[in-house]
């Protein structure tokens, strides 16, 4: 069962999203919440797998809410529901930790499959989001793929470089398998990467192996 709670100051979107998670069976809304402060009391009260937290919650600008549940809760996977399209905050919220981002206007065909695909392998990225990752990094790089990653993804990156699986990172790093995953991912779409194999080829090449 993957439980989730859900941030929303709208009581109809909030409607919508238990609406649209009864129709799976192994999903639980196990608490709901209108602004940051509720949101926090509910995460540390049940402990979720996942959070769908708005990006617009009253008092929060942008993605400051997202940035205050993480320091609370920096292994509990977040994601980002937007009445904003992917390009204007998409790219920005996944740098800097989200799990995902959907859009509200596809929320009913996106919001089942990117909880699954969250609790399964640690993020969610569409296609229409991976490109913009790609973009956004060659852009600001002139081709250097790597220099669009966190100092954490790169840490990351030159550890899987080296072979190392994930279940070695994490303990060398004291974080979860998880979170590693969650990283591997993230790095993956930013790079625009489909395997290990391309990253640990990447990462030789660049002298980032560990």
Do not use: W
């Not at 993605?63 to 920096?74: C, D, I, K, T, Y």
């Not at 977040?78 to 989200?98: C, D, N, T, Y």
């Not at 640690?122 to 790089?141: H, P």
């Amino acid at each position: 069962m993957i439980r989730i709670v859900i941030a929303d100051d709208h009581v109809l979107i909030r409607e919508g999203i238990k609406k649209i998670v009864r129709s799976s069976k192994d999903i639980r809304i196990v608490g709901e919440a209108c602004d940051i402060a509720e949101t926090l009391h509910l995460v540390a009260q049940h402990i979720p797998d996942l959070i769908v937290l708005d990006i617009g919650l009253p008092g929060c600008e942008g993605l400051a809410g997202m940035s205050e549940v993480q320091g609370r809760f920096p292994d509990i996977p977040i994601l980002i529901l937007s009445m904003f399209p992917e390009e204007r905050f998409a790219v920005q919220a996944l740098k800097l930790g989200a799990a995902g981002y959907i859009s509200k206007a596809m929320a009913a065909e996106e919001l089942i499959k990117a909880i699954h695909r969250i609790f399964s392998a640690g993020t969610y990225v569409s296609q229409r989001v991976a490109e913009l990752l790609a973009s956004n990094c060659r852009k600001s790089i002139g081709g250097s793929l790597h220099h669009c990653l966190t100092e954490r993804e790169l840490q990351i990156v030159s550890l899987l470089g080296a072979g190392k699986q994930s279940k070695q990172i994490a303990a060398e790093l004291s974080i979860g398998v998880s979170t590693v995953n969650t990283y591997r991912a993230r790095i993956f779409a930013k790079m625009d990467l489909r395997s290990n194999a391309e990253l640990i080829r990447y990462a030789v090449q660049h002298g980032l192996a560990d």
